[in-house]
């Protein structure tokens, strides 16, 4: 059985009152994005091949690594887990295909989507904002575009995957959704006022 997507944010998804103090960004709360927690008990390096091909999606073997198979995306969060994204409706069967290839539940799949409110936030100054609450990557290049990552974002967990150029998408503990884009609003107000 699966529920109606509910905001995280308390308001119709789309509803442009939910975002509208966020400016200097386009932002949208998604709810075209379901999500599974992957994980298993030895080192993951010894699971990716049956997983990927139980899942249909290959999975990083590298931190930070994202891999793309048509509506799947995979993200390595630990070397013995992953989140795998997914439209919301296909959650119950990349289930079933995990536990159909591994009865001895060395590898398990679990429902997440409710778990994370996203956020995509798309604009030339998106980074910059993000900077704000956290390092977003310790690397000098930055977070590379196609990678992904866990980390605080001002003082939450989140994981922030870097999409294009001048996209971003954030997803953050549903509870604290609200609490994020207030955040976000505050920056980018206060951005506006320096200008």
Known sequence: MMLDAMS?????????AAL??????????RSDMGAVLVTVTGPGADFTADLAQA?????PRTHGAMA???DLCAIWLTPRSWILLCPPKAEADLLGAVATAFPDRTAHASRFTDALGWLTLEGAG??????QGGFISLQAEGLPVGHAKRTLLAGIPAVILHEGETRWTIGVERSRCRYFADWLAGLTNIFGERE
């Open 126 to 131: 998106v980074e910059d904002l993000l900077h």
């Open 8 to 16: 995280a944010l308390g308001n119709s998804f789309g509803s442009p």
């Open 55 to 59: 899942l249909g999606c290959d999975l």
């Open 68 to 70: 793309r198979s048509g």
């Open 20 to 29: 509208a103090d966020i400016t200097h960004a386009k932002a949208q709360e």
